[in-house]
Nanobody
Framework: QVQLVESGGGLVQPGGSLRLSCTAS????????MGWYRQAPGKQRELVAA???????NYADSVKGRFTISTDNYKNTVYLQMNSLKPEDTAVYYC?????????????WGQGTQVTVSS
């Protein structure tokens, strides 16, 4: 089991920055990958960025060059630094942890944090 607690969302103007944090209830050394997803009203949840235990990162094309995912393994925390924010980045952002089990993988989710980009 992994509990995830997110923080850092809010209201920001276009072009601004926010940093999201997600702290896991256990060592992220034992987690296969962690990531951030987002879901805007009326749309499906989509991957924003992910990082594996081997520090391999993956980004959605829409955020490449603007967002950066990173981890602090000693704080069991994953961050999403979001720069040059656009109105289309407005969504609820969810932290995800994927673990390996005998039958495959398990996904765990945070409660979500709202990010609103508006002037």
């Amino acid at each position: 089991q992994v509990q995830l607690v997110e923080s850092g969302g809010g209201l920001v103007q276009p072009g601004g920055s926010l940093r999201l944090s997600c702290t896991a209830s256990r060592s992220i050394f034992s987690i296969l990958a962690m990531g951030w997803y987002r879901q805007a009203p009326g749309k499906q949840r989509e991957l924003v960025a992910a990082i594996t235990s081997g520090s391999i990162t993956n980004y959605a094309d829409s955020v490449k060059g603007r967002f950066t995912i990173s981890t602090d393994n000693y704080k069991n925390t994953v961050y999403l630094q979001m720069n040059s924010l656009k109105p289309e980045d407005t969504a609820v952002y969810y932290c995800n942890a994927r673990t390996v089990v005998v039958a495959g993988t398990n996904d765990y989710w945070g409660q979500g944090t709202q990010v609103t980009v508006s002037s």
